[in-house]
């Protein structure tokens, strides 16, 4: 299994990204996933996840502000960002447990500032 994340940058506060996740390897449909952040010297933290079922879950410091989606025709995860604030600031990836491991994205930067 295999993900590539990309779709980070630079953005002012208040502005609005979206990452994608490209997942190949195995059946999309039947996969769960998930978006992690980490920002410099502070644990990775979870953000948003996605059951096989479309049924999405947020971080309470995510909610409302940010969307998490795929399209299984093009095999991608989605995370729709807005209302970035500083704090959102941090690398993301994206996550699926498949035959018992997890499965990471090489992580794509965001930076928000002014």
């Known amino acids: 299994v295999q993900l590539q994340a990309f779709g980070g940058g630079l953005v002012q506060p208040g502005g609005s990204l979206r990452l994608s996740c490209v997942v190949s390897g195995y059946i999309f449909r039947v996969m769960a996933l998930d978006w ?45 960002m807005n209302n970035l604030k500083p704090e959102d600031a941090g690398v993301y990836y994206c996550k699926t447990n498949k035959f018992g491991r997890d499965f990471w994205g090489q992580g794509t930067q965001v930076t928000v500032s002014s």
């Open 36 to 80: 992690y952040r980490q920002a410099p010297g502070r644990e990775r933290e979870w953000v948003a996840g996605i059951a096989t079922n479309g049924r999405t879950n947020y971080a309470n410091s995510v909610k409302d502000r940010f969307s998490i989606s795929r399209d299984i025709a093009k095999n991608t995860l989605y995370l729709q």
